[in-house]
């Protein structure tokens, strides 16, 4: 399987082999689904949290009398269906995280960029280089390789010229090669590499 190497100017500059272990395997959109839902459950903060009846103050006192008032029973103001009651089943703070397996999150990895290159939204940059921090600069670059939508841009290593060229384009996130995961790659309309991140990600996940 080969793809088009383009330079930030959109230039065609030649060609490159993408590794049939890892952009060339049938994508798993079971395993895809499984990792994507532990990525969001691990984001969760968990710290969400409501009392319950008994942790609400007041509502020591019977409201009436059991009997001969003609109106239901009741024992507290702070029952749950009072206003000011205690919350049924309150969410208290929990942590939602849980593992999945290294095969597992290896597969959905590979489904990922199969998938992203079966469907040709795969960009491959001889080298994202940015000489100043200007987000004019890079946006320039994003068009002229006719990436004008939501797009992940994988750099090989920790880039700060890049990072802060990009951070304020709506829809453009980028990451290094070896942070890559499958929910920012299925988020993302076009998957813009780098050269040298391409042929990390091969040397890492091959």
């Given at each position: 399987?080969?793809?088009?190497?383009?330079?930030?100017?959109?230039?065609?500059?030649?060609?490159?082999?993408?590794?049939?272990?890892?952009?060339?395997?049938?994508?798993?959109?079971?395993?895809?689904?499984?990792?994507?839902?532990?990525?969001?459950?691990?984001?969760?903060?968990?710290?969400?949290?409501?009392?319950?009846?008994?942790?609400?103050?007041g509502?020591?006192?019977?409201?009436?009398?059991?009997?001969?008032?003609?109106?239901?029973?009741?024992?507290?103001?702070?029952?749950?269906?009072?206003?000011?009651?205690?919350?049924?089943?309150?969410?208290?703070?929990?942590?939602?995280?849980?593992?999945?397996?290294?095969?597992?999150?290896?597969?959905?990895?590979?489904?990922?960029?199969?998938?992203?290159?079966?469907?040709?939204?795969?960009?491959?940059?001889?080298?994202?280089?940015?000489?100043?921090?200007?987000?004019?600069?890079?946006?320039?670059?994003?068009?002229a390789?006719?990436?004008?939508?939501?797009?992940?841009?994988?750099?090989?290593?920790?880039?700060?010229?890049?990072?802060?060229?990009?951070?304020?384009i709506?829809?453009?996130?980028?990451?290094?090669?070896?942070?890559?995961?499958?929910?920012?790659?299925?988020?993302?309309?076009?998957?813009?590499?780098?050269?040298?991140?391409?042929?990390?990600?091969?040397?890492?996940?091959?």
């Amino acid at each position: 399987m080969k793809t088009n190497v383009y330079d930030m100017t959109g230039k065609q500059v030649g060609e490159v082999e993408l590794s049939e272990a890892i952009f060339g395997i049938e994508p798993n959109v079971s395993v895809m689904h499984d990792v994507v839902k532990n990525h969001l459950a691990n984001c969760r903060q968990g710290t969400q949290s409501a009392l319950t009846r008994a942790e609400v103050s007041g509502g020591g006192k019977k409201p009436w009398r059991q009997k001969g008032s003609g109106r239901a029973r009741q024992g507290s103001t702070r029952a749950p269906q009072w206003t000011h009651g205690g919350i049924v089943f309150a969410p208290k703070p929990r942590d939602y995280s849980y593992r999945l397996n290294k095969k597992v999150r290896r597969l959905a990895l590979k489904s990922a960029l199969s998938a992203k290159a079966q469907a040709d939204e795969i960009v491959v940059i001889d080298e994202i280089k940015m000489e100043e921090i200007k987000t004019k600069t890079f946006k320039a670059f994003l068009d002229a390789v006719k990436v004008d939508r939501k797009a992940l841009v994988v750099t090989a290593e920790a880039n700060e010229l890049v990072v802060k060229s990009a951070r304020n384009i709506a829809g453009v996130k980028t990451t290094f090669a070896n942070l890559i995961n499958v929910y920012d790659i299925l988020n993302a309309n076009k998957l813009v590499l780098d050269r040298a991140a391409l042929a990390k990600i091969e040397e890492v996940f091959a």
